[in-house]
Structure formats: structure tokens, C-alpha cells
């Protein structure tokens, strides 16, 4: 992936993760929205680790 095309889709995964992760300690524990914000907070830092793991390979083999 590219990293002028990846650093948006960064910050915009940042921004959304602060926004969930914001929330969560007001949730009641057990309850749907609880469970909700916790898969949303699991997918979205497993997009940021694939993400930031393709830049790097895509610059390792630019040579940077």
C-alpha cells in the first residue's frame, strides 16, 4: 500500500479507536453496546497493525 494513500486511512482508524475507546467507560459491562464498542476496538486495531505492517514492507523493499 502506499503511504500517501495509508496515512488517512491511519488517522481516520485513530480517530475512530479514540472514539470508541472514549465511550467504553461509560458502558455498563455485559451490555450489548459494551460488547459492540469491545469488537469494534478489537477489528480496528487489527486494520491498524495490517496497515502499519504493509507500509513498512512496502518501504522496506522501496530501500528506505
Do not use: Q
Not at 31 to 60: G, K, N, Q, W
Request: aromatic share 10%; proline share 8%.
Amino acid at each position: 500500500m502506499d503511504p500517501v494513500i495509508a496515512r488517512p486511512l491511519i488517522y481516520f482508524i485513530m480517530i475512530l479507536l479514540f472514539m470508541a475507546l472514549l465511550s467504553l467507560p461509560f458502558l455498563k459491562p455485559g451490555s450489548p453496546e459494551f460488547a459492540v464498542d469491545m469488537i469494534s476496538v478489537i477489528v480496528l486495531l487489527i486494520l491498524l497493525v495490517i496497515i502499519a505492517y504493509d507500509i513498512r514492507r512496502t518501504l522496506r523493499k522501496a530501500g528506505y
